[in-house]
């Protein structure tokens, strides 16, 4: 248990998300399905069709992922809906030590 406590504590996880312009439409579109009286009601919409909505796209994810890697990320990892890519970092990377003078 100690080895994979020190494994943890040596590892910092870093988290790019997209700017959510676009959460007031999600936001919208989500009383518009609870909504008895409006004509989306209770028409769900798929994990795809919710990462078209808010997802970043290819290229900005491309990026994305290509940055984090130059800073030495690893295991980078967008989630299901395109709006957040995570890497995980050494915690003695430069990203994390703090200099003080």
Known sequence: MSRFKSAIENVKILSLATNC???SRLETLF???ADPADSQYLKFRTLDD???LIGASPDQVAAARDWLQELGGQQVVLNTLGDELSAVFPSDSVLFVRRYN
């Open 21 to 23: 312009t676009l959460c």
């Open 50 to 52: 919710l990462k078209s």
């Open 31 to 33: 009383w518009r399905v």
